[in-house]
């Protein structure tokens, strides 16, 4: 149990488009979920917390109108980035707060790269 | 303001030999405390956590690590590697019992045949 998703995993685009990144909670509801960034050999950063009916919470320095996050359902978030640039490029991962308290469970990632 | 840190960027060791990863945090209350896990390019697996009880907790693939309140840490041990746990392991804080996490830098760990 416990399962997120996020499609795709891979996806390249030119810059100056946009790309959404879906994350989903397979088999529970998750009011809350999360959205990190992982740049080649380090760790992961938070970007944003998305609630469910609710703007998202944006981290300090995340420019809110380049990562737009929605959570339109309790068990989808999309992150979607906009005119992307080739520094956007990078590892994009989500997580879901789970029914058990504590707990957050994560996706796969999804491998954006920019060109 | 909270944090947590991994000494070792990158440790190796022998197919057989024991592990210690290591991790220390600064947090004012009672932390919930994770491992994770990740494979080039792939997401994070949980090994193991604590919420209380227990300082010494099991996990998966033979791994187990202990909580230390008096040093602040919660170190990772294996006593005997294999080379498929060659990968990246990272140590999280998860704060206001949970709600949100704060992930260490990671600590790299190769594995000599």
């Known amino acids: 149990g416990a399962v997120v998703s996020q499609h795709p995993s891979r996806v390249i685009c030119k810059s100056g488009t946009s790309v959404k990144i879906e994350c989903r909670s397979l088999?529970?509801?998750?009011?809350?979920m999360f959205w990190y960034r992982q740049f080649p050999k380090q760790s992961l950063m938070l970007m944003a917390t998305?609630?469910?009916?609710?703007?998202?919470?944006?981290e300090q320095g995340v420019e809110k109108d380049k990562f737009l996050i929605n959570h339109a359902s309790l068990t989808l978030s999309t992150l979607t980035v906009t005119s992307a640039h080739p520094e956007d490029s990078s590892f994009y991962i989500c997580?879901?707060?789970?029914?058990?308290?504590?707990?957050?469970?994560f996706g796969p990632g999804t491998r954006l790269t920019v060109t | 303001a909270q944090s947590v840190t991994q000494p070792d960027i990158h440790i190796t060791v022998s197919e057989g030999a024991s592990l210690e990863l290591r991790c220390n945090y600064s947090?004012?209350?009672?932390?919930?405390l994770f491992w994770y896990v990740q494979s080039p390019g792939q997401g994070l697996q949980l090994l193991l956590k604590?919420?209380?009880?227990?300082?010494l907790v099991q996990g998966i693939k033979g791994f187990e690590a202990e909580f230390k309140r008096s040093q602040s840490s919660f170190n990772l041990r294996k006593p005997s590697v294999h080379w498929s746990d060659a990968a990246e392991y990272f140590c999280?804080?998860?704060?206001?019992?949970?709600?949100?996490?704060?992930f260490g830098p990671g600590t790299r760990l190769s594995v000599l045949p």
């Open positions: 998305s609630n469910e009916g609710s703007k998202a919470t944006y």
């Open positions: 604590y919420f209380s009880g227990d300082t």
């Open positions: 947090y004012g209350a009672t932390p919930y």
């Open positions: 997580s879901a707060r789970g029914p058990t308290i504590g707990e957050q469970y």
């Open positions: 088999d529970f509801q998750a009011t809350t």
């Open positions: 999280a804080v998860g704060l206001n019992y949970g709600q949100n996490f704060v």
